[in-house]
């Protein structure tokens, strides 16, 4: 996995090439994918790298992603969330939560 991909849309498409294809969304305390249906609590999952982009002309524009992947589940995906102004609330506790968590290798 590279460093950076460019913009967060070429990172997301990067992203889906190396197998992240799941687009998680945040609900109470846990990942889901509306489509597969699966639901990821943190113990179920690991961040495998995070990426930060910055907007040069829009604040709105700032955005962390999430490479995620589950062993248990045997999926990878993305997660996106802002930061700042436009970040989810939901999606910070969920992190923080995972800050905490043990990395097994």
């Known amino acids: 996995m590279k460093e950076s991909y460019g913009t967060l849309s070429e990172t ?26 699966v639901s990821l609590s943190p ?9 930060r982009f910055e907007g040069d002309t829009n604040p709105d524009d700032q955005a962390i992603l999430y490479a995620i992947s589950s ?10 969330n802002g ?3 436009s970040s989810s609330e939901m999606a910070d506790k969920l992190v923080e939560k995972l800050s905490t968590h043990p990395h097994s290798n």
């Open 71 to 80: 062993d248990k589940e045997g999926v990878k995906g993305t997660l996106v």
């Open 12 to 37: 997301i498409n990067a992203l889906k090439e190396e197998g992240y294809t799941i687009d998680f969304n945040v609900k109470e305390e846990c990942l889901i994918c509306h489509v597969t249906k």
């Open 83 to 85: 930061y700042g102004l």
């Open 43 to 51: 113990d179920d999952f690991e961040i495998d790298k995070i990426f």
